[in-house]
Structures are given as structure tokens and as C-alpha cells.
């Protein structure tokens, strides 16, 4: 399979950008240069090199691309400041693992861990500022997992009475407000006092993200209050906003049903404690509900026990939302989540779990009308994963797509469009117009049957020797510059 120059749009080439690795901490206001195209090829084909091997200009008229993405927590982590502040990061509520699994058992309402994942990943890096490293160290903190109940719970009073160490550094004033809500998170514990709350694995920013998620009973008023606190410029949207626990679940090709994002992507072996909590009547949310199936104590998942899976058995035919009673429902995504997809330039799908982390941005009424129709859209990029996982196990680059565009044109909307009421399917190229993947990445690319999807591929060679290959910052943007070339 020949290799040539990564401005070439022709369908059924495989495109291939070489680019030096930066780490994922490369700076994200670069801007990039879009040229002018030429009729003669070989002088397009010279002009996309010296973009690829030169640092992207700063655009000296023209605004800064503006961005949405689609993806979960860590999955999306390394390649942040690819984006600049012009981005919406588009994030799932319906994680029921690791630390949120306890405040969900306990509390109840969205959880809240992709999102101060991002939070936090996203609080800016300054050359001297101790009280905002300060402030990081502490929203970052997890009490130890090894650690006996007792103990977590001593180190947590530490910290919530103001005495830990992780305080210092940190101004009066901010820390007062972080404290006053872990003050409020613990009385919500008191309340509850007969759950038993476990403080092992906990995520310190978790506990002030969801109180002040249950003080305000709002989630974007959380985010806003926790972006205000870390000076932090990110445009994060819960994909859904309401005050209840989110529960997805995915169909298999057998039939079987797993409940719960733990269930399908990392299951657990723990034992279960039957629990009965009663829907709030007034979320936004018609026919979402507290879940009342029984929740899993303080999950102790780690990120890198992932890898280790065992197979589903068949594959995931398809992924939906339920309410209290296991009923399918079509919850309505954030409206400002439509707003963006009308109102920015690029779209990108970003690496990270496909049925737990990008999907349940999908499976929700007016998304795929809102990616179709835009006419603002200039790209719809897919990063595909460099390996497969539970969820996908023994998939290849066009089972990637299949999976996301037969979830947007499933029938979530409650009105029929066109005529004779006939539902609206629309072309894959609607939703996906380029695939980005790195050389040596373990998931089969099949260049001629995606682009016969109508799809265009890109391959890019990461240059990294005897490491596994790995998306960052700097390989999307040169990815996106050559793709916008």
C-alpha cells in the first residue's frame, strides 16, 4: 500500500502524516494554517509536507477553528490542549464505576466522574502559580485504596475539618468555598448515615463536584462553580443535564441485557446490596429516574486492570437508556450540545471506549439531525482506538463506524421526518467524513472498504520506537491541519 501526502482528499488512499512527538502537553492555542488549494497536484502534495514538517501558524486574520467533542473521561484526557479554549467537550453522565459508584449508591443523581476527570485535566498550567497547583493537588487527591475503612474515614475528617496537609498553598478564600461544600457533602452523608458510606478510592473532586451538583440541583451550575475556582477556560457539557442517576444499557446479538456501564465495559465481582430510592418529579428529564436495580458498594476499578477483560460472548447489537423500571426511554440530549454541533467548525469523535463513552453521546433524540444538517461543520473526524477492548472486541475500523451510524439513525425522535412520515436514515458520510488512525495501532484497517463507505483515511505515523502507539495533542492538530488542507 503506497504512502503520499496527507492533503491528498482523493477516496481510497491512505494518507500518511510523520510528526514528532511532543508529549500531550504541547501548547493548545496553535492555530491552523489552512492553504490555498492549486490545480497542479504535485504542487499541492510539496505545500502539505512543509505544513506537516513546520509548527502551525498563528492565523494573522482569519478566527481559530472552533471545536466539539464527543468523548469520555481519561479517553480524551491526552489530547486536550489540541483544541484551545474554541471547544466544547461533549461528556457522558452515566459512568456507575470506580469512585462515582459509591456517591451514586449513596446519593444518587448523574454521575459526575468523566467530568471532573476533564475538570481537572483542564485547569490551566502556568510557570509560577503555587496557589493553582495548590488547588489541582487537592480536587486530584483519592484517599488510598488499600487503606481500612476506618482509616479513609480519619483522612477524610483531615480534610474536610481543614487540618490535611493538601490545604497549604491553597488562599483563604478558595478554600473556604471548596470546604464549605465538602461541609455540605458530608451532612448529605450524615442524612444517609444507615448506607454506610465508604471512603476508600474517593476522588476529593468528585465529593465537591457532586455537592455542589446537589446544592445547586443543577450540574452545569457545578461545573461552572469548579471551572471558577480553578480559573479553568473549558467549555465542558454534560450530554444530558439532569438530577437523576442516568443508567445505560446495551442489547447483545444473543439477546442477553447488561445493565449499567460497570456491567458492560469492566464488571466487578462484588457482592450486591438490593436498593430502593425514589424518583424526583421534578427533573428536566421525562422518564428518568434513580435506578432502582441493585448497586455495587464502592467499586475499586483501576484504568489499567482494562486491558485484562473477559469477552462478552457476542457482540453489542445496541446501547439505550432506562428508567427506575428497566423501560427504555429517549432522554433529550443538553440543548446546548445541539447548539454547538450548528455552531462550530469541526466535529471529532475522540479515541476512548466506543459503547460506553462515545455512544451514549449518540443514543439520544435530535443528535443525529443536529450532526447532518449542520451546515457549519467542515469535518466529522472519527479517532479510532489503537486497540480493541471489551466492548470491541475483534472489531475493525468499519465496525467502528457501522456501530455509530446505526445508533444516529435509530429512530429517537418522536416525530417521523419526510413523507408519508417515513423516518429519516441518513449516509454514513453524514456523520463520519474522516477516519484518523496511527501506523502499528492493533485495530484492522480495511483502507478500500472504508473509503467505499465514503469515508477518507488518514494514517499517521507517531514516531514512537518500541512504544505502543498512543493519540496526543500534537498528532491530532497536524492531523486536523491536513485534513482541513
Known sequence: MSTISPNDASYGLTLSVIGQNQGSDSPGSSVFDLPIQTSSAQQERARSQQLIDATPPTFATEPPLSFVVISGGTGGNAICSAFGNACHYILPVSDDGGSSSEIIRVLGGPSIGDIRSRLIRLIPSVPVSPPLDAIRRLLAYRLPAQASEQEAREEWRQIVEGRNPLWQGIPSDRKETIRGFLVYFESELLKRAHKNFDFRNGSVGNYFLAAAQGFFRSLPSAIFLFSSITNSQANILPVIVTNHTVTIAAELEDGRRLVGQCEISHPVSQEATPEITVSDPFSPVDGMGEVITPQRQNVMFEPKSKGDYEQLGSRISRLFYINAYGIEIHPSPNPEYLSSLASKDVLVYSCGSLW?????????????????????????????????????????????????????????????????NANTTYPISAFVTDLVYLKGSKVFVDVQVVTGLGVKCLEIECGKDGQEPSFDAEIVQRAITAILA
Open 356 to 420: 460506553t463513552s462515545i455512544i451514549p453521546c449518540l443514543a439520544l433524540r435530535g443528535v443525529a439531525a443536529g450532526i447532518a444538517r449542520s451546515s457549519l461543520l467542515r469535518a466529522k473526524i472519527l479517532l479510532l482506538n489503537t486497540k480493541n477492548d471489551r466492548e470491541t472486541d475483534g472489531y475493525t475500523a468499519a465496525d467502528y463506524i457501522h456501530a455509530m451510524v446505526r445508533t444516529l439513525n435509530a429512530s429517537y425522535h418522536t416525530q417521523p421526518y419526510g413523507l408519508g
